[in-house]
């Protein structure tokens, strides 16, 4: 990923749509879960995806967020993908204990829809 967007309902953002990127324009390694999801109707298959988050870092929750998708480097990246190296119990401890580090920069996308305020 090179970024990721969320709504932000509270501080220097509020009712903005915000952009976050790191500010070394690095390219992130964001740590989540793939399946293929097979429907009980059709029998279709679909393979999908979701990014893992945790509790915002310190930059993200002071522009006004309250999570922060995982992001891993390099060698801890790649023992993400290696999910055979370790028991199902001990993932979420590597996950926390090994986040990527950076600085973050904010840009406005756009203003968030009216009736945003019914969210928070």
Do not use: C
Not at 9 to 28: L, N, Q, S, T
Not at 93 to 115: C, I
């Amino acid at each position: 990923m090179t970024g990721f967007i969320e709504p932000i309902y509270f501080g220097e953002f509020a009712e903005k749509i915000v952009e976050f990127k790191p500010r070394a324009d690095d390219v992130m390694l964001a740590a989540g879960l793939w399946e293929d999801w097979v429907s009980k109707e059709s029998g279709e298959t679909r393979s999908t995806f979701t990014v893992l988050t945790d509790n915002p870092v310190p930059d993200i929750e002071r522009m006004g967020h309250d999570r922060t998708p995982i992001f891993l480097e390099g060698e801890k990246a790649i023992e993400w993908l290696k999910p055979e190296s370790k028991p199902p119990a001990e993932w979420i401890q590597f996950l926390r204990s090994n986040p990527a580090k950076m600085s973050w920069v904010a840009t406005v996308d756009r203003p968030m829809a009216p009736g945003w305020e019914k969210r928070v």
